[in-house]
């Protein structure tokens, strides 16, 4: 079994940062893309940022020049400048993690980021 274990969230005031952290562990051979999604109050979960095991990364347009994702093998990070309450959501991490031959795609539990006006 895989999990995926995020930590980091919480309240801060808009112009603030944060700095979320997810580790992957269990029965892992390796692991390609590691993202962060977003999902805002009412709305659908949505990529805020990806990287792949080569550390190419992309971005939403709504956080480029102020979201910096990074990793090492196992854990992906999400630093967070600049906030504004629009950034407020249940911020999920998610894997591509080869077990065997084959990719399997798993989620985390979600980390709440709150960000007050």
């Known amino acids: 079994q895989v999990q995926l274990v995020e930590s980091g969230g919480g309240l801060v005031q808009a112009g603030g940062s944060l700095t979320l952290s997810c580790t992957a562990s269990?029965?892992?051979?390796?692991?390609?893309?590691m993202n962060w999604y977003c999902q805002a109050p009412g709305k659908q979960r949505e990529l805020v940022a990806a990287?792949?095991?080569?550390?190419t990364t992309n971005y939403a347009d709504s956080v480029k020049g102020r979201f910096t994702i990074s990793r090492t093998e196992n854990t992906v990070y999400l630093r967070m400048n600049s906030l504004k309450p629009e950034d407020t959501g249940v911020y999920y991490c998610?894997?591509?993690?080869?077990?065997?031959?084959?990719?399997?795609?798993?989620w985390g539990q979600g980390t709440q980021v709150t960000v007050s006006s």
């Open positions: 998610n894997a591509d993690v080869m077990r065997g031959i084959y990719y399997y795609n798993y």
């Open positions: 269990g029965s892992i051979f390796r692991i390609n893309a």
């Open positions: 990287i792949t095991s080569g550390s």
